[in-house]
């Protein structure tokens, strides 16, 4: 392949990429209006609290099973037809309750709660898991990048709409406008350069074509559907072999754990500043920290453009310390200027650990990655919907200050461990790349193996992937 040709192919999938990410950014702003005006709208048709609490935990349990079952679901399916049916599957739900009778508005209404639960997730992992194939090699972190950025502009114009779009259009225009953004986001997936259906092996074709098989033949598909019983539990052993990733894994719910108590004592904490207006915390903080992701975007995209490295596991760790401070600082009631810093170094560092993590994981092989994905969208919904639970509840007795700075400090802890290994794990490292002909010799195992190795101009920082 000619450079030219290199460079045509590559500007065509960036082209690409760049309207995937505008069609997952349309359909973001969607889903956070749909946080809003679907649980505004359960609290309308049941009158109920409880129904809320329930409603939001019924959508996270699915994604914790939609989670545990995207590798099988990858394994069978492809990325492209996977993320598709996705946003299909939202906008379908979204119709199906605007269409629904009185009488079935609350049945619809948890199952649209598990459809968008479980399709949002499966969607969010076949996308992480598949960006290295869309971009290519070394192009993870300006990708992510793109995608944080995408998500985080639509994440606070979702909520900032969804008041006036429920309150002078309706719940009816409020769910015809999530369907029509789950709608364009699935129109962008087309365009992919991908296949839509899963390709046949030779011996399914040579079983239509012949209309039977052997008992040999019978034995050996028996011997296949034995290999795909015993790839989960395999795939997840291996999963558990990755140097810090389990680690990694584990930080990452802490952290979702983090999320749920900031999240939650955000309203109770602007309303003890401000009675009268306690949206008005709630929103400048959001803008102030989507700014802040955002601009850190703008950083990394240059720092890997100019270094060809990407921040690694260590960024992860020391991006979890940083965001879970700043986010307990923006409880400790400072005055207004301090808080916008704050809310921007919060925002800045999440955008960080967001990438950080998510790049690092693209660099395992691709079956393993799809596992990791899984894993992780799991283990975040799992420490998200308990710490929900915990947090409500401890919000009632300590005010939020303490609430959140248990929370966040836990994940300080871990991230600490954490960051502690991966340091252990770099020393070693070059402790062995300084033994006289090491070198040589992982050149030589490299050259007959296959997986996801440093990142391109970088060191190992103790959590990489070796080629084994």
């Not at 070394?138 to 429920?166: K, Y």
């Amino acid at each position: 392949m000619t450079s030219g040709t290199a460079s045509g192919t590559a500007a065509l999938q960036e082209r690409r990429y760049r309207i995937l990410v505008t069609g997952y950014a349309i359909s973001s702003y969607g889903t956070f209006l749909n946080v809003v005006a679907l649980s505004l709208y359960v609290y309308a048709v049941t009158d109920r609290a409880l129904a809320v609490g329930v409603f939001m935990a019924v959508r996270l349990a699915a994604g914790f099973v939609a989670g545990l079952a995207a590798a099988a679901v990858l394994a069978r399916w492809t990325a492209k037809g996977v993320m598709f049916w996705a946003n299909v599957a939202q906008a379908a739900a979204l119709l199906l309750l605007v269409l629904a009778p009185d009488g079935f508005r609350t049945g619809t209404l948890f199952a649209v709660s598990a459809v968008v639960g479980a399709s949002g997730t499966l969607f969010m992992v076949t996308l992480r898991s598949s960006i290295p194939d869309m971009v290519g090699e070394g192009r993870h972190t300006w990708a992510n990048s793109l995608m944080v950025s995408g998500r985080s502009m639509a994440m606070v114009a979702g909520f900032a709409s969804s008041g006036v779009v429920v309150s002078l259009l309706g719940y009816t225009a409020a769910f015809l406008v999530d369907m029509a953004t789950f709608l364009v986001c699935a129109l962008t997936v087309l365009l992919l350069p991908m296949p839509m259906s899963p390709a046949r092996s030779d011996d399914e074709s040579g079983d239509e074509k012949d209309g039977q098989g052997s008992q040999g033949e019978e034995s050996d598909g028996g011997q296949d559907r034995e290999a795909r019983r015993r790839r989960v539990p395999a795939a997840l052993v291996a999963l558990g072999a990755v140097p810090v990733l389990g680690l990694m894994v584990a930080l990452r719910g802490i952290d979702a754990l983090g999320s749920s108590s900031h999240n939650a004592a955000l309203p109770v904490y602007s309303t003890e500043l401000d009675a009268d207006n306690p949206a008005v915390f709630v929103s400048v903080f959001w803008c102030v920290w989507a700014l802040g992701n955002v601009l850190v975007q703008q950083v990394l995209q240059r720092y890997t453009k100019r270094t060809g490295r990407s921040v690694g596991a260590l960024g992860f760790g020391l991006g979890t310390i940083a965001m879970s401070g700043t986010f307990i600082l923006a409880f400790a009631g400072l005055p207004w200027a301090a808080t916008v810093v704050v809310a921007l170094l919060a925002g800045a560092a999440d955008g960080l650990t967001e990438v950080s993590y998510t790049s690092h994981l693209q660099t395992l092989p691709s079956p393993l990655r799809t596992h990791a994905f899984g894993l992780s969208a799991t283990v975040e919904n799992l420490g998200f919907g308990v710490g929900m639970i915990v947090v409500a509840a401890a919000l009632d007795v300590f005010t939020p200050l303490s609430v959140v700075g248990v929370a966040h400090g836990a994940a300080i802890v871990l991230a600490l461990v954490y960051v502690a290994r991966v340091l252990r794990g770099r020393g070693a490292q070059e402790a062995q790349e300084a033994v006289p002909g090491s070198e040589e010799r992982e050149g030589k195992k490299g050259k007959g193996e296959s997986g996801a190795g440093p990142a391109r101009g970088g060191h190992r920082d103790g959590a990489e992937v070796s080629g084994g």
